[in-house]
Antibody, heavy 117, light 112 residues
């Protein structure tokens, strides 16, 4: 079964850091681009970052550029999102998603990040 | 960025009756390869998004055939032929033709 399982979310103070992980199984992880997408409370969906299959092409939304770092370990079938200088506006459920041309076809269950003092 | 506009915001439906959700894009979603990368996702309460439809009208495996997608260019529709209780949730369209991918604001389907 194709599966993505996020972890690493939690409560963090403003200015703090968190590292999210996404464990992939049931498919050849190293062949796919991967995304992080977030959903603020009672809000819609917005892409955060993406990384190509080899980890050499990376993009960030303007709202997180310079603060978030996406990476992957293809040997361990895991995607990461390092988040620094967090603000209340970063509070959201963070999903990892598998990308194929023009679509995000598989999503994880999400991990919740709450930035609050 | 391409703006995706969904309507209505909320859609109360009687069980067994049809439902229709509109999604309009600010630019044509026809890609250079001739495909149109318009997707529909369902998000049930407390769950993550699940893809229902890709490339306008292709249904994902396991998606009931009461769900159908149509449209072209900038104007797209998701139709549910007969709404069931398990269809309650928020539906999002997403375009994957232009970088970056963008989502509609969502349509909440609820039972009257």
């Amino acid at each position: 079964e194709v599966q993505l399982v996020e972890s690493g979310g939690g409560l963090v103070q403003p200015g703090g850091s968190l590292r999210l992980s996404c464990a992939a199984s049931g498919f050849t992880f190293s062949s796919f681009w991967m995304y992080w997408v977030r959903q603020a409370p009672e809000k819609g969906l917005a892409w955060v970052s993406r990384i190509d299959s080899a980890g050499s092409t990376i993009n960030y939304a303007d709202s997180v550029k310079g603060r978030f770092t996406i990476s992957r370990d293809n040997a361990k079938n895991t995607l990461f999102l390092e988040m620094n200088s967090l603000t209340a506006e970063d509070s959201a459920v963070y999903y990892c998603a598998r990308a194929t041309l023009g679509t995000l076809d598989v999503w994880g269950q999400g991990t919740t990040v709450t930035v609050s003092s | 960025d391409v703006v995706m506009t969904q309507s209505p915001l909320s859609l109360p439906v009687t069980l067994g009756q049809p439902a229709s959700i509109s999604c309009r894009s600010s630019q044509s979603l026809v890609y250079s390869d001739g495909n149109t990368y318009l997707n529909w996702y369902q998000q049930r309460p407390g769950q993550s998004p699940r893809r229902l439809i890709y490339k306008v009208s292709d249904r994902d495996s396991g998606v009931p055939d009461r769900f159908g997608g149509s449209g072209s260019g900038t104007d797209f529709t998701l139709r549910i032929s007969r709404v069931e209780a398990e269809d309650v949730g928020v539906y999002y369209c997403m375009q994957g033709t232009h970088w970056p991918p963008t989502f509609g604001g969502g349509t909440k389907v609820e039972i009257k």
